[in-house]
């Protein structure tokens, strides 16, 4: 199914085109930092912005056509207001330009996939109870264990596929329904790998239990995005290398003009984005699409060649658009005060101790050394963590990667009980997780004991719950 979206061609502002003036156009080598995200997104808008019109301008001859990819264009708003709050109210615009379009029940739409996609979006946009009443009802005729457990692609059940069962998954986890995500986990998203490899996901299986192998970005995105969701951050690891070793720099093109395909690259971008690992690969491409850009600063599907000034598509440059707000840097080795997102408590050694054994607890900033740590990349994926007050290590006790491990200080051996991945989340918000894998395959974050985030709770371990709830984000204030 082809879902159209036109484009409109607007002049940039003076001070905007004096900046594409002086920048410099069409270099490929790879850079230490990746190309400057609002200046990107703002060419984007300035492109195709249509005023009266919706927030991007659409052509909805044809049922549901333009659904799936006018939610995913507010997508790339939201990736958009990640790093730039000014951007709040462009996709508040188009969540209103969609319920215009297509009101705020969806299940006329045959496509279960579509209403994901349009979840997706909303949960992110605040509209919870939209995108969980959508969800809800979606799934209710879409899920069964049938052929393999999972979504059915439409509601003729014709195919399990990945463009449903992927931001399914990654919907329910956002949804709080955790133990649906796991459903789409263990069913689809574990059993419709590519053969040859662990990593890397099929399109479709048919109803006769045919399977088609086609490799896409979009779908290996969803996967890496699923396993994050699930908790299962090594698997999403390794789902990165399968990618930038099969995939190649940059991705190939899957589709061009206003075709289903030509801005899924956006979509693999933002799911990578959450596996740091996937830095450096990403940084790539978006400087790749940025040198590529036209004198307009938007960048069509071939990025190993300057985009032509001619009529271009916005979904086609969406995909650019979003590899250029997507891609994430490390964070940089240094000292950091480590916050809770949910209550301003920060991580500290109790009582102020330095010696093995320590407790780790929570607590109000003070700018005292206890409450300072040294972060540093190992160059492997993961970082050690190393109180300011003594040098010891964060630790899990006994070195277990189990819910309810609480954690400690103790001298540095490079455990996996000692080593942690710091994943971003959204902007410059990460989970914290464990290098030691459950027996499950998952990996636990770092998390207030009991959930609690009150001063003085103890540190521990325990399942990703998609963020919602408890102590599992934080934020890195240098000091």
């Known amino acids: 199914m082809i879902k159209k979206h036109t484009v409109r061609n607007m002049a940039l502002g003076a001070a905007l085109a004096a900046v594409l003036a002086a920048?410099?156009?069409?270099?490929?080598?790879?850079?230490?930092?990746?190309?400057?995200?609002?200046?990107?997104?703002?060419?984007?808008?300035?492109?195709?912005?249509?005023?009266t019109n919706g927030f991007f301008d659409t052509n909805l001859s044809g049922t549901n056509n333009g659904f799936w990819v006018k939610a995913e264009m507010i997508e790339v708003l939201e990736d958009a207001a990640?790093?730039?709050?000014?951007?709040?109210?462009?996709?508040?615009?188009?969540?209103?330009?969609?319920n215009n379009t297509f009101g705020t029940n969806w299940l006329g739409n045959s496509f279960n996939d579509d209403i994901c996609w349009a979840v997706l979006a909303y949960q992110r946009a605040g509209q919870t109870s939209i995108a969980k009443s959508n969800f809800d009802a979606m799934w209710s005729r879409a899920y069964d264990t049938n052929l393999i457990q999972g979504l059915w692609w439409n509601t003729s059940k014709g195919s399990k596929n990945a463009c449903v069962n992927g931001p399914g998954c990654i919907a329910a986890a956002r949804l709080g329904e955790m133990s649906n995500a796991n459903l789409i986990w263990n069913g689809f998203e574990s059993n419709s790998?590519?053969?040859?490899?662990?990593?890397?996901?099929?399109?479709?299986?048919?109803?006769?239990?045919?399977?088609?192998?086609?490799?896409?970005?979009?779908?290996?995105?969803?996967?890496?995005?699923?396993?994050?969701?699930?908790?299962?951050?090594?698997?999403?690891?390794?789902?990165?290398?399968?990618?930038?070793?099969?995939?190649?720099?940059?991705?190939?093109?899957?589709?061009?003009?206003?075709?289903?395909?030509?801005?899924?690259?956006?979509?693999?971008?933002?799911?990578?984005?959450?596996?740091?690992?996937?830095?450096?690969?990403?940084?790539?491409?978006?400087?790749?699409?940025?040198?590529?850009?036209?004198?307009?600063?938007?960048?069509?599907?071939t990025w190993t060649t300057r985009t032509n000034d001619g009529t271009q598509y916005a979904w086609e440059c969406s995909a650019a658009a979003a590899m250029e707000e997507d891609y994430t840097t490390a964070l940089p080795n240094g000292r950091y005060e480590i916050v809770a997102t949910t209550t301003g408590n920060c991580l500290q050694c109790s009582g102020g101790g330095s010696a093995n054994g320590t407790a780790i607890v929570l607590g109000p900033y003070t700018g005292q050394t206890y409450q300072l740590w040294q972060v540093t990349n190992l160059n492997n994926g993961f970082y050690s963590i190393i109180s300011s007050n003594g040098g010891?290590?964060?630790?899990?006790?006994?070195?277990?990667?189990?819910?309810?491990?609480?954690?400690?200080?103790?001298?540095?051996?490079?455990?996996?009980?000692?080593?942690?991945?710091?994943?971003?989340?959204?902007?410059?918000?990460?989970?914290?997780?464990?290098?030691?894998?459950?027996?499950?395959?998952?990996?636990?974050?770092?998390d207030g004991h009991n959930c609690s985030g009150a001063t003085g709770t103890r540190m521990g371990l325990w399942s990703w719950d998609g963020g919602s709830m408890c102590q599992q984000q934080w934020t890195f204030v240098a000091r």
């Open 23 to 51: 920048a410099p156009v069409f270099q490929h080598a790879a850079q230490a930092q990746g190309p400057d995200k609002t200046l990107g997104m703002d060419c984007w808008n300035n492109q195709f912005y249509n005023g």
């Open 82 to 98: 990640a790093n730039n709050s000014k951007y709040n109210s462009y996709v508040s615009a188009e969540i209103t330009s969609f």
């Open 193 to 301: 790998r590519v053969v040859g490899s662990n990593y890397a996901i099929a399109d479709h299986m048919n109803s006769d239990g045919s399977v088609d192998w086609t490799w896409l970005s979009y779908n290996q995105g969803t996967l890496i995005g699923a396993a994050m969701a699930t908790g299962h951050n090594n698997f999403a690891g390794s789902a990165v290398t399968q990618s930038v070793n099969g995939f190649g720099t940059p991705i190939r093109v899957e589709g061009v003009g206003d075709q289903d395909m030509a801005g899924t690259r956006g979509i693999f971008a933002r799911y990578a984005s959450e596996y740091a690992g996937a830095g450096p690969y990403l940084t790539n491409m978006a400087n790749m699409a940025w040198n590529s850009r036209n004198s307009n600063g938007v960048t069509a599907g």
């Open 392 to 446: 010891r290590s964060l630790d899990c006790i006994a070195c277990s990667p189990n819910d309810n491990t609480l954690l400690d200080l103790w001298d540095y051996w490079a455990g996996s009980c000692q080593q942690w991945q710091i994943n971003p989340t959204s902007g410059p918000v990460y989970r914290i997780s464990t290098q030691g894998t459950k027996s499950d395959g998952t990996n636990d974050v770092l």
